[in-house]
């Protein structure tokens, strides 16, 4: 294995392999630290976790552990993925873990560059933007979990760490990988080794990844991987490595517990013509909704067409909900109950699962027991139709924000698409 990665989510985990794969280069998704050793035949090792909202001391384990797994299989650089709108919190998870990351692969200096131009992230003057809107004006800040209302990612960062923290602009990006490989040596020297660098362009992400080639640790949303395969394997040979995808027709459902504002658009487009359920927080912890009595509806709309069950209710219905029951107490009863529905459909038949929303991901990844996932086409910028590594299962996992409008419908045909 030639690139070890780390992801703090499942749906963020599938993007960074997504880019990876359309690199050229032969990926496999982990979900969790494996227990057995890699195949040799995989160049670059996404191991997945569930670790963006956890408390501090169990993410840093997680990331911890599965580093150790990736150098035990000759890893000769590595990449801690976060969103790239930065979910976090201003105690962590992500300055904890690059703390961490770097001392144990004792890593002098390391890049924070969560942009991704194609879905709109750019980071300038070290403020990260989602299209025109800081980040802190995007919807983020209304995040049930991890509510974003600084936009500066220095600022951000600086609570979490305890090393300093650095930024090579926009005009040095432009000049290349020369002008940024010295800017980084320039703030490591001035004792700021953990460095936010802009990026507005995917030819800044290329150019990054080039000044990067003998950097141990670089961290960043998916995007920060653009330019990597080219360090790690002949570039003649990169675009001939894509394998066939084969899809599957059998029966399907739509499982969306994410609350963003793209989700919400998608859920309303989706349910206006075809059969939808709602999972109400109060009902659910009152104990009035059964995953088996759900799953039974979903079965038998799915003859008809992919039924969708969500939870993607409004920023004041969540937090009103969160009000009355507590934050942690809706987010696992949510997330349990798509795990055992995610369970109870495919045990029933249903053969194509589109969810929506990272944790929700991680919760029906991680109830299935899905130990490793194969990489398929993209079906939007970031998100890579999906494949079961141990079972006839064809799956897309989507970050809140990703895709557009008429997305679910567009990920069950890409789901079913055999090859030509």
Known sequence: MLLGCIGDDFTG???????LAKGGMRVVQYSGVPDAPADPSVEAGVVALKSRTVPVDKAVSASLKACDWLIEQGCRQFVFKYCSTFDSTPEGNIGPVIDALMERLGAAVTIVCPAFPATGRSIYQGHLFVKDKLLSESGMENHPLTPMTDADLRRWLKPQTKQGVGHVGAAAVFEGPEAIAAGLRREMDAGRPIVVVDAIRDADLFAIG???KDMKLVTGGSGIALGLPANLIDPATLKERRTPWHGDGGLAAILSGSCSTMTRAQVERYRADHPSLEIDADKLIAGELEPEEVADWASSAASKAAPLIYSSAEPDRVRAAQERHG???VATAIEGFFAEIARELTGAGISRLVVAGGETSGAVVEGLGLSALEIGPEIAPGVP???????????TLKSGNFGAEDFFAEALAVLKR???
């Open 418 to 420: 055999r090859p030509a």
């Open 210 to 212: 080039k000044a990067a």
């Open 13 to 19: 985990s599938s993007d960074l392999a997504n880019t």
């Open 385 to 395: 139709a999906l494949k079961a590594s141990d079972r006839p299962l064809w799956l």
């Open 327 to 329: 934050k942690e107490r």
